[in-house]
Every structure is written in structure tokens, then in C-alpha cells.
């Protein structure tokens, strides 16, 4: 999400509480993107705001030249607070599993089966992007991640207002699109498949320091 009223640039991963996010700060032209869309987004089709949803002006490539659009598009992307949410991969894996969006897997497998199945941290997106690891979100050209701030699902409402004072928006976050687990995500494991799901995500695991059961 880019948006030009709050002057920043919001990094959505599949269920971390990005619907809630999403209606304080807009809508994104294409849901689920990475940081470097944007960075080149901002380097060739200007973005702007209309009726709370994105669009690019295309005229933009036309007017200027190739250099010109990167100095200006580098300047605003450096400019815009940028930031995203994770989530513990072991509660992300359930929320997935049961979720009322996207690809539906809880009729077709069984959720030991599902863990076995789920590679990437998109597989049930409408936008599938390929990405095996949440932190691939951010990362930039060169492999490091250029996010000014990283909350956590955990603490949405907390980190939610460090990001709102930042950029000037609502501090309340209205709570949406809450899935259909009820129960705790680690009833949900055995030891085989909460290990599977260890070794699947290790990266997110060890960058976020997140722990089964936390």
C-alpha cells in the first residue's frame, strides 16, 4: 500500500492483520506486493490516490526520462515511512489454514496434511507470490531489508501506535476479517508437524525471535 496522504508505504503479508490496517490507510492497487514493487513503481508509474483506492498516472514514463523517474522516485521511496507486520509461523500456518479468503484449503486436507503441503508464505494468496519466507517481503536488490519499522501480529494494537504517530493516522484499529480458529494455534500441532513447520520457516523464526507456544 502507497499512500500519498500518510507518506508511507505499507508492506501487506497474508494475515497479519493487514485488512485492519488496510481500511485507515487505503487500498492497494495490487494486494500482497513487495517492497521493491513499489520502489519500482515509484521509478516508472507515478502512484496517486483516487476515491481511497490506488492508480498510477502513465503518463508519467512519457514525461520524464529514465533517470530523471529513478532520482524522483528514489527521493520519495527514501522520503515515505515504510513498514510492515509479521506473524509467529506456527499461528500464521493455522490462521491460513482456516481462512475465509483467499485459496480455502480446510475442506480439501486435513491441517497435518496442509503442513506438509504449504512451501511458501503465500500459497493460499489470490496473488501468489513465491515468497518462502515472510522477511523476503522486505528485502531490497541487494538482499537487505530496507523496512523503517517491523511490527509484530502479537502487538498490533502497540506497535499499530508507534506507526500511527509516525505518520499522522488513526491510532484505533478496527478489528476485521477474523478467522474461524477458535481454539489456540498449538492445539492444532503435534510434535511432528510443529517440527515440520520449524524447519519450513527456520528464517522468519530466528529473525523475528519467535518461539512455539509464544
Not at 8 to 14: D, F, S, V
Not at 116 to 138: L, M
Request: hydrophobic content about 35%.
Amino acid at each position: 500500500m502507497f499512500s500519498n496522504k500518510y507518506r508511507c508505504i505499507y508492506i501487506e503479508i497474508p494475515k497479519t492483520g493487514s485488512t485492519s490496517i488496510r481500511s485507515l490507510v487505503g487500498n492497494p492497487i495490487l494486494p500482497h506486493q513487495d517492497i521493491l514493487y513499489y520502489k519500482n513503481m515509484l521509478r516508472n508509474q507515478w502512484p496517486y490516490e483516487h476515491k481511497g483506492h490506488l492508480q498510477v498516472k502513465k503518463y508519467y514514463q512519457s514525461l520524464t526520462t529514465e533517470g530523471a523517474r529513478r532520482k524522483i522516485g528514489d527521493a520519495v521511496f527514501d522520503r515515505y515511512f515504510k513498514f510492515s507486520f509479521v506473524r509467529n509461523p506456527w499461528a500464521r500456518v493455522v490462521s491460513l489454514y482456516f481462512r475465509n479468503d483467499g485459496e480455502q484449503m480446510r475442506d480439501k486436507m486435513s491441517f497435518e496434511e496442509f503442513v506438509d503441503w504449504i512451501q511458501c508464505s503465500s500459497d493460499t494468496s489470490v496473488f501468489i507470490s513465491g515468497k518462502k519466507n515472510q522477511r523476503d517481503w522486505f528485502l531490497d536488490e541487494n538482499g537487505q531489508e530496507i523496512l523503517d519499522f517491523v511490527g509484530k501480529f502479537e502487538t498490533l494494537q502497540s506497535d499499530w501506535n508507534i506507526i500511527a504517530s509516525k505518520i499522522g493516522a488513526p491510532k484505533e484499529l478496527p478489528h476485521l476479517n477474523e478467522g474461524i480458529d477458535k481454539l489456540p494455534y498449538t492445539d492444532y500441532y503435534t510434535a511432528k508437524t510443529q517440527d515440520i513447520i520449524s524447519a519450513k520457516f527456520k528464517t522468519d523464526i530466528e529473525r523475528f525471535e519467535y518461539t512455539f507456544g509464544q
